[in-house]
């Protein structure tokens, strides 16, 4: 990918001085030693290393900003994107330089995207060690080969301690996140909260590989043992990593993904499950992945470091990163065929979508370009229960282009491997956040598999009169009184409320989209009388 890249980043040097003590590429040992040595963090009994993050528990999306320059001026969307002027940036960067002259670092060399044909050549600079073996765990790992020849095309400096001055960077608080195309570097400070780092990747690859006609992805994706390929777009706390690890199919990636014509690729070497409640027998895959390696974050431990997965005494937010190679039957390396499913998920505050819907290829459309879903508490700063959002290509805060061309993308590939496209509820049921409850997990999975193999095509379908989905009137494994939604609520009054109101907050959504496709506005939801 480099002389690729190069076509489209010019030939910019992104070396930075360093004269302190230098840790490069230590292995999972050394820098969990590293961490407890420093008192970073702690070992728990089942091998795991724990972390808390402070005050930052969630991603700073507000705080986020792009380097605006030549390079990107004509291709980025500043209308959705911050832009940071040049001048800022400069002097950001010259007080790092000085900053970082004589600290003790930490550095990892690796790669984002499995396939080599558009890998990312990156490095990784950490104060911490704990921040280290974050990205040593879920970037991709370079073999004694590759790392004997690596040279970075990205540089992330993550530096918590690094002060920010508001006033004079111009920023809007103490934290930042720059990304600079032109010098092909991200400056991360003022949080703790290792997240940052993996999604300030995602949104360098977001920028690069659409001029490469690869479509950038945030979604899980696993394959069945006859090579098909399922994709799980969606925000975090919607499924993507539990509905994607499964013990019949082969793991390829639980978050960031590139559609190519060689087929669907893993942008990470790793997973980063949310973990709150969490269960050996609701999520199998992902409590036995958590042993020496993972990392932890923010997850309470009891008076014998027993991980406490049910207490949110920290955040909601609670994590574990670890190799995807943790998970029994993950695709090594990750890449696979051309996707035979879509699930499109979302977490309904409302609780007036159907469980699962099959969708025709212009409300496929409508509702990648909505992304509509729930933001989880302790996702985001300040979130503390389910707000209804929508999240343009259900990962708006990533994506540096405007909207169209994603979709566009998304659009031609599911036409040319007529892929099939399913919306799914994970949210609520029987009434809106509140007075419903949470989708059953277990009846989530039963009809995700019949979505995948195929049982969803034998089955009869009723209109939704509202959001104009397809529902099925039955499911193996699935009480049939739950696939109509309205069917769950007491008062079926209410319901036809809440449903016209999630309508109108859908239209009102989409007014944004005034060049897309008369069909694909016409699909969208209708209000009722």
């Known amino acids: 990918m480099r002389m690729q890249m190069d076509k489209v980043l010019g030939k910019s040097a ?47 999306p507000l705080d986020k900003y792009t380097v605006n320059n030549e390079l990107v001026a004509e291709k980025m969307d500043f209308t959705t994107n911050q832009a940071m002027e040049p001048e800022k940036f400069a002097k950001v960067y010259a007080r ?49 080969e590759e790392l004997a020849e690596h040279v970075p095309s990205f540089t992330v400096i993550c530096v918590p301690h690094f002060e920010i001055n508001p006033e004079e960077d111009g920023t809007r608080s103490k934290t930042l996140i720059a990304v600079n195309f032109e010098q092909r570097m991200v400056i991360i400070a003022g949080t703790h909260y290792a997240g940052e780092m993996k999604k300030s990747i995602f949104t360098v ?14 979604c899980s994706a696993n394959v069945g043992k006859a090579g098909d390929v399922a994709l799980f777009f969606g925000l975090s706390g919607t499924g993507k990593t539990t509905l994607s690890a499964d013990p019949e199919r082969g793991l390829i990636g639980d978050d960031e993904h590139g559609w190519s014509e060689n087929g669907v690729f893993n942008f990470e070497g790793g997973c980063y499950a949310k973990c709150i409640g969490l269960s050996a027998e609701k999520e199998p895959q992902i409590w036995n992945a958590i042993r020496f390696g993972t990392v932890l974050e923010n997850v309470v431990l009891d008076d014998n470091r027993i991980p406490v997965y049910s207490d949110n005494t920290l955040t909601e937010n609670t ?31 409302f609780g007036v979508l159907p469980p699962i819907s099959k969708l025709t290829p212009e409300q496929a459309m409508y509702h990648f370009l909505s992304g509509y879903t729930s933001k989880l508490a302790g996702t985001e700063r300040g979130v503390t229960e389910p707000e209804a959002t929508f999240s343009t290509c259900f990962g708006a805060p990533f994506l540096p282009r405007p909207a169209h061309v994603y979709a566009d993308l998304l659009g031609k590939k599911i036409a040319e491997h007529q892929t099939q496209v399913y919306l799914v509820n994970t949210g609520w049921t029987g009434g809106a956040y509140g007075v419903g409850k949470r989708m059953n997990l277990k009846y989530t999975r039963a009809m ?27 499911c193996p494994g699935v009480p049939a009184e739950l696939l109509n939604p309205r069917n769950t609520w007491s008062d079926h009054a209410a319901y036809d409320k809440q449903a016209n109101a999630l309508a109108e907050r859908f239209q009102k959504n989409f007014t944004k989209f005034a060049s897309v496709d008369a069909k694909i506005v016409d699909s969208g939801p209708k209000l009722s009388l």
Request: charged fraction near 20%; aromatic fraction near 10%; proline fraction near 7%.
């Open 14 to 60: 992104n070396t930075i001085p360093l004269e302190g003590m230098l840790h490069k590429n230590l292995s999972v040992a050394e820098l969990t030693e590293q961490a407890v040595k420093r008192k970073e963090a702690v070992l728990t009994e089942n091998g795991a290393l724990r972390a808390v993050t402070g005050e930052f528990t969630g991603r700073s």
């Open 96 to 144: 790092l330089e000085a900053y970082l002259k004589e600290k003790e670092l930490f550095i990892f060399d690796g790669f984002a995207g499995a396939d080599p044909d558009y890998r990312l050549p990156i490095r990784v600079i950490n104060e911490y060690a704990w921040h280290n073996l974050f990205v040593h765990q879920l970037f991709i790992r370079p073999t004694e």
């Open 205 to 218: 690859m977001n920028y690069l590989l659409p001029d490469q006609n690869v479509m950038p992805m945030h």
């Open 319 to 349: 994590r574990a990163a670890y190799p995807v190679d943790f998970i029994d039957g993950a695709v090594i390396p990750g890449e696979a065929g051309h996707p035979k499913v879509i699930l499109f998920l979302t977490a309904d505050a």
């Open 448 to 474: 995700v598999t019949a979505a995948l193999n195929g049982e969803l095509n034998k089955v009869g379908y009723i209109h939704d009169p509202v959001f104009q989905f397809s529902i099925p009137t039955r």
